[in-house]
């Protein structure tokens, strides 16, 4: 693994002898960047090190990235947020690089060389920091982010109100609608209806015609829509593609050594893998394995297996089902969105179970009363028999929360998930993190952020550790796929999860 550390960037010794020669109260500081991060005058360059006979299969590529603004001076701070691949399209390989934040405008970026022949390297800037710092300070905190229209309705007197999520807030005139054993103090709220009662709320229905509404209010008020707006929203740094050789080795390569087995809490890896074909990821964070259909029913013979969270668990439930080569059986009530998909094999003793988590951030509509938050499910689920596996979910409906609701939510959930351990100890949970996303407009990069999807998996990451619970990080995985990002990936990168979850499963 290459050495983290840069050498110290040196300022000036004429200007520190000006300054502490002056009895101004202030001094000017012309070396210091006053403007954004542009990345179309920023520079990269390949770091060969000791690599004198060039870069070899198994080796950490390094890149090393300056910034600069757009008037060419030097930036002095980090906090920009980079999303970086390195990849051969004709070879069909690909990985996602490590971005190292120095704090001070210069960054390194590592690639695992998991091949040998041409390699190109694209980095984009996704957000400069001030943008980063608009989201965390200014949109995240606004309460009413995530609206809701509420349909209320008893015999034939009908009425809409608008509905969101209280917590830190002052209100009056509002329906009050609680549930402290999923939200803690966070509140579903309504508008109260004129004519009927708060019980007559009958259904919900949000989306992204919401969301963007709220974002370009926010942006218009705050005049800070540039920091979205082309260049500095998800554009390539100057020198990408950056193209390197990646020379065959004759020494053993870090993806043919004895990975550690795939278990809670593993440290995190300076390259979580890379696509060997567009369908087959090898990871180098543990001994992850490829499962073929019977090898997969064998595993999971006997288990009840229990997907909570989005249409990406959806995803997992449709690839896990197909696995056993039958007809997939649904049982649905309400909309799809919220329905409850219910499969079994009563041969091999194996059902799969997919649930839509409580106030989803959808266009369709939603029955309000019988929707199910992730902590009641668990807190009622039949534990007579600890044949149970757990996989949650919990970013793409949350962005728009604010990170104090969002956190309760998350941490009602970890103490359900201790008091389901206490009933069974053994017992698999997982939570499966985010990746990135695509985006169709400006504001969906404030409301659906890849950089807060990003800050998420952290959060979740520290939430869960140290009691059992299992991470899987899929992050990488996606970015680094040669198809577009998108919050519905391809059902290779799907398929390539299933093997994650499997390894650590059996």
């Given at each position: 693994?290459?050495?983290?550390?840069?050498?110290?960037?040196?300022?000036?010794?004429?200007?520190?002898?000006?300054?502490?020669?002056?009895?101004?109260?202030?001094v000017p500081n012309d070396e210091q960047s006053l403007f954004i991060t542009s990345p179309l005058r920023s520079k990269m360059r390949l770091i060969q090190g000791?690599?004198?006979?060039?870069?070899?299969?198994?080796?950490?590529?390094?890149?090393?990235?300056?910034?600069?603004?757009?008037?060419?001076?030097?930036?002095?701070?980090?906090?920009?947020?980079?999303?970086?691949?390195?990849?051969?399209?004709?070879?069909?390989?690909?990985?996602?690089?490590?971005?190292?934040?120095?704090?001070?405008?210069?960054?390194?970026?590592?690639?695992?060389?998991?091949?040998?022949?041409?390699?190109?390297?694209?980095?984009?800037?996704?957000?400069?920091?001030?943008?980063?710092?608009?989201?965390?300070?200014?949109?995240?905190?606004?309460?009413?982010?995530?609206?809701?229209?509420?349909?209320?309705?008893?015999?034939?007197?009908?009425?809409?109100?608008?509905?969101?999520?209280?917590?830190?807030?002052?209100?009056?005139?509002?329906?009050?609608?609680?549930?402290?054993?999923?939200?803690?103090?966070?509140?579903?709220?309504?508008?109260?209806?004129?004519?009927?009662?708060?019980?007559?709320?009958?259904?919900?229905?949000?989306?992204?015609?919401?969301?963007?509404?709220?974002?370009?209010?926010?942006?218009?008020?705050?005049?800070?829509?540039?920091?979205?707006?082309?260049?500095?929203?998800?554009?390539?740094?100057?020198?990408?593609?950056?193209?390197?050789?990646?020379?065959?080795?004759?020494?053993?390569?870090?993806?043919?050594?004895?990975?550690?087995?795939?278990?809670?809490?593993?440290?995190?890896?300076?390259?979580?893998?890379?696509?060997?074909?567009?369908?087959?990821?090898?990871?180098?964070?543990?001994?992850?394995?490829?499962?073929?259909?019977?090898?997969?029913?064998s595993c999971l013979q006997g288990k009840r297996v229990y997907l909570l969270g989005e249409s990406t668990l959806r995803q997992w439930?449709?690839?896990?089902?197909?696995?056993?080569?039958?007809?997939?059986?649904?049982?649905?009530?309400?909309?799809?969105?919220?329905?409850?998909?219910?499969?079994?094999?009563?041969?091999?003793?194996?059902?799969?179970?997919?649930?839509?988590?409580?106030?989803?951030?959808?266009?369709?509509?939603?029955?309000?009363?019988?929707?199910?938050?992730?902590?009641?499910?668990?807190?009622?689920?039949?534990?007579?028999?600890?044949?149970?596996?757990?996989?949650?979910?919990?970013?793409?409906?949350?962005?728009?929360?604010?990170?104090?609701?969002?956190?309760?939510?998350?941490?009602?959930?970890?103490?359900?998930?201790?008091?389901?351990?206490?009933?069974?100890?053994?017992?698999?949970?997982?939570?499966?993190?985010?990746?990135?996303?695509?985006?169709?407009?400006?504001?969906?990069?404030?409301?659906?952020?890849?950089?807060?999807?990003?800050?998420?998996?952290?959060?979740?990451?520290?939430?869960?550790?140290?009691?059992?619970?299992?991470?899987?990080?899929?992050?990488?995985?996606?970015?680094?796929?040669?198809?577009?990002?998108?919050?519905?990936?391809?059902?290779?990168?799907?398929?390539?999860?299933?093997?994650?979850?499997?390894?650590?499963?059996?």
């Amino acid at each position: 693994m290459p050495d983290m550390k840069l050498p110290p960037i040196e300022s000036g010794s004429q200007n520190k002898q000006w300054i502490s020669n002056s009895s101004f109260a202030f001094v000017p500081n012309d070396e210091q960047s006053l403007f954004i991060t542009s990345p179309l005058r920023s520079k990269m360059r390949l770091i060969q090190g000791d690599m004198v006979d060039g870069i070899k299969q198994g080796d950490m590529v390094n890149v090393v990235l300056e910034t600069f603004d757009n008037k060419g001076r030097k930036r002095m701070f980090g906090g920009d947020f980079f999303l970086a691949g390195m990849a051969n399209t004709k070879l069909r390989k690909s990985t996602a690089g490590k971005v190292v934040d120095h704090r001070n405008g210069t960054y390194n970026i590592y690639f695992y060389a998991g091949w040998s022949g041409q390699a190109n390297i694209t980095v984009t800037l996704i957000h400069p920091r001030e943008a980063v710092e608009w989201i965390e300070t200014v949109y995240r905190p606004q309460e009413r982010s995530n609206i809701w229209s509420g349909f209320f309705k008893r015999n034939k007197t009908e009425e809409k109100c608008v509905c969101y999520i209280l917590s830190s807030s002052t209100w009056k005139d509002v329906c009050e609608y609680k549930n402290e054993n999923a939200l803690g103090k966070t509140l579903f709220a309504c508008d109260k209806p004129k004519n009927l009662s708060c019980h007559d709320l009958l259904t919900i229905s949000g989306g992204i015609a919401f969301l963007k509404t709220n974002v370009a209010d926010l942006l218009k008020k705050y005049e800070t829509r540039y920091l979205f707006s082309s260049p500095y929203i998800s554009t390539t740094v100057h020198g990408s593609p950056m193209q390197v050789n990646i020379q065959e080795s004759n020494d053993t390569l870090q993806h043919e050594i004895n990975a550690p087995p795939c278990k809670p809490d593993l440290p995190l890896s300076i390259s979580e893998g890379f696509w060997e074909n567009i369908t087959s990821w090898k990871s180098l964070t543990c001994a992850a394995r490829h499962w073929m259909p019977d090898e997969a029913i064998s595993c999971l013979q006997g288990k009840r297996v229990y997907l909570l969270g989005e249409s990406t668990l959806r995803q997992w439930y449709d690839s896990i089902t197909k696995l056993f080569g039958e007809t997939i059986q649904k049982t649905s009530k309400h909309h799809p969105w919220t329905e409850h998909h219910v499969w079994a094999d009563p041969i091999e003793n194996t059902s799969v179970v997919f649930r839509f988590h409580a106030l989803a951030s959808t266009s369709a509509t939603i029955h309000f009363w019988n929707q199910t938050f992730v902590s009641d499910y668990l807190d009622k689920l039949d534990t007579s028999e600890c044949n149970i596996i757990i996989v949650i979910s919990l970013s793409y409906h949350f962005p728009a929360w604010t990170l104090h609701s969002y956190a309760e939510r998350v941490l009602h959930i970890r103490q359900a998930i201790v008091r389901l351990k206490a009933r069974c100890p053994d017992i698999p949970v997982f939570i499966k993190g985010s990746h990135p996303r695509e985006h169709k407009n400006l504001e969906s990069h404030v409301h659906s952020s890849d950089w807060t999807l990003f800050s998420m998996n952290t959060f979740l990451r520290q939430v869960f550790q140290g009691f059992g619970v299992i991470f899987i990080d899929v992050f990488d995985m996606s970015l680094s796929h040669l198809s577009p990002n998108n919050v519905h990936v391809p059902k290779e990168v799907i398929r390539q999860q299933i093997d994650l979850f499997l390894s650590y499963v059996c």
